[in-house]
């Protein structure tokens, strides 16, 4: 075989290998907005490990079979490769088809097409020969769409995210006590009024939920705003119900509203941090998933985000790259020689980067609080959204897969313990206003199925979706529980927060 020919092979399976590894970078593809949006650190480590993938893969692929070539039964290898191929390929992709697709009709397939190149072989062989050249054809299509993913890795690893962190003059260093009425608005990612409160497991304990509910008003029928956080933060916040948004690459984030047409720039200026300053109030924020510093940095005095979780394929942002070259091409062995342990160590590699994700947004907010400074405060917390970090049966962390959303719920129940703690210890209690919320409800629909799933989860959710997220607020001074029964719209919360700064009564 010549050299242009052994490039052409060469080039065929880096396509074919960019092919079986799409799964793991395809939100890389297109800008990368979804990705860059909730990256508080350069993707040149991880850009640079998934070329390295897809071309590791296509040599492995071309040393295998190239040689082959030359063999007098590589008629037989050739239709080996043609019947394996693009079953591999359909099994790697089936999370971007629009339906479910149980895993034995990928088998069933495989065989039927085996069959079907068989007999094409041995009967029409004039047939057989045109699938081939098709098959061929298809082979430099997904070359040039390696290359074109070549291309866009490496304009990717061009990309400078904002700063992920800002510091007010009067958090950096000891300051009089604040004379200031005190807000705190927690976000409990994905917290089910019904988990928590109308049909609660009997053997979960939710002391710190139930206590502050005996001084709260807790409201019963909310009405979410949307079904993902990258949505429904923004709607909260800017006061407009968001349907779409793109992610610039000079970090400016454009959103869609429901109620107008067209695209709208959307910066603290449109934000409650900006009433909040108009008002006198000092704003901090400490946040998880979303930029917020990025986006609303220049009305937030005090800010600081993150988000240290696993990408789509087992690679994360702090991990070297020889590490984050390794973990994918292993967990693609792993799919095929051993499905079962492929599902445990991807549910406990996500495990333990949400581990480190909970522990630095933890450190952050209890240390903005014990300063006392900030009159406004906006904490989203990464718990009790999916994958479990807890196990209530241990009352520890967990650094492997197994757990259920009620040990979730358990550390959501720890870390308002802790938040609740601070604030009371500070002289402004008595002036301070604690709302706690979900921002979505538990999404069963969107969790079911996936290897962090359990027996136990499987029991409490009923087969239920139940979208209503739970919603207390603490008014400054209340000492007696409240309950309001009415349908509430998610989307009042904010208008609560905008009465409390602006100085007016609030209404439920």
């Known amino acids: 075989m010549d050299k242009r020919s052994l490039f052409k092979r060469l080039c065929q399976y880096i396509g074919v290998a960019s092919l079986m590894l799409l799964a793991n970078y395809d939100d890389l593809l297109g800008g990368g907005g979804n990705v ?9 480590g991880i850009c640079l490990a998934h070329m390295a993938d897809i071309l590791l893969l296509g040599l492995l692929l071309f040393v295998l079979f190239a040689p082959l070539q030359r063999w007098r039964f590589y008629p037989w290898v050739r239709l080996l490769l043609a019947a394996a191929i693009p079953p591999c390929v359909i099994a790697r992709n089936l999370e971007f088809f629009p339906f479910a697709v149980p895993d034995w009709s990928v088998l069933l397939l495989a065989l039927v097409w085996a069959a079907l190149l068989l007999v094409l072989l041995l009967r029409f062989p004039q047939g057989y020969r045109r ?5 061929d054809g298809a082979g430099i299509f997904a070359a040039v769409f390696a290359f074109c993913t070549f291309a866009q890795l490496l304009w990717m690893m061009h990309w400078k995210p904002a700063p992920n962190e800002q510091v007010a003059a009067w958090a950096a260093s000891p300051q009089p006590p604040r004379q200031h009425p005190l807000l705190v608005w927690v976000i409990l990612d994905e917290l089910s009024y019904d ?24 409201f019963t029928n909310v009405q979410p705003v949307g079904y993902k956080t990258a949505k429904i933060l ?21 959103v869609h509203y429901t109620d107008a047409r067209g695209w709208h720039v959307l910066n603290g200026s449109q934000s409650i941090f900006h009433d ?17 510093c990025p986006i609303y940095g220049d009305a937030i005095d005090n800010c600081y985000w993150t988000n240290l979780d696993k990408l789509d394929g087992p690679m994360a942002q702090r991990n070297g790259l020889r590490q984050n070259i390794y973990s994918p091409l292993r967990q693609m062995v792993l799919d095929v020689t051993a499905p079962e342990q492929a599902d445990r160590d991807m549910c406990t590699y996500d495990v333990r980067h949400r581990y480190q994700t909970h522990i630095d947004l933890e450190q952050h907010a209890l240390q903005l609080l014990q300063t006392d400074q900030a009159d406004f405060v906006f904490l ?10 807890w196990s209530r049966s241990n009352d520890s962390y967990t650094q492997t897969c197994g757990g259920s959303y009620l040990d979730n719920l358990a550390l959501a129940d720890r870390e308002l313990g802790r938040i609740v703690n601070v604030l009371r210890t500070s002289p402004r209690w008595k002036d301070t206003t604690l709302i706690v919320e979900g921002d979505h409800g ?19 959710s009923r087969g239920v979706f139940d979208s209503r997220p739970a919603v207390l607020i603490h008014a400054a001074g209340q000492t007696m529980p409240q309950t309001n029964q009415s349908v ?17 009564p609030v209404r439920y």
């Open 488 to 504: 509430w719209p998610l989307m009042n919360v904010r208008e609560v927060v905008k009465r409390i700064v602006s100085g007016q």
């Open 380 to 389: 989203h917390m990464a718990v009790p959204h999916s994958p479990t970090i």
């Open 131 to 135: 699938v081939i050249r098709l098959g």
């Open 195 to 218: 988990q928590v409160f109308e049909h609660r497991a009997h053997d979960l304990a939710l002391p710190n939920f139930d206590a502050l509910r005996s001084e709260s008003t807790v």
């Open 276 to 292: 909040a300053q108009q008002n006198g109030w000092r704003t901090a924020a400490v946040g998880w998933y979303n930029s917020y």
């Open 442 to 460: 538990w999404r069963i629909n969107l969790w079911k199925g996936q290897p962090a799933w359990t027996k136990e989860d499987d029991a409490a």
């Open 234 to 254: 923004p709607s909260l916040l800017s006061g407009h119900a968001v349907d779409d948004f793109r992610y610039s690459f000079d970090n400016r984030f454009q």
């Open 36 to 44: 860059r949006l909730h990256a508080p650190f350069p993707l040149t």
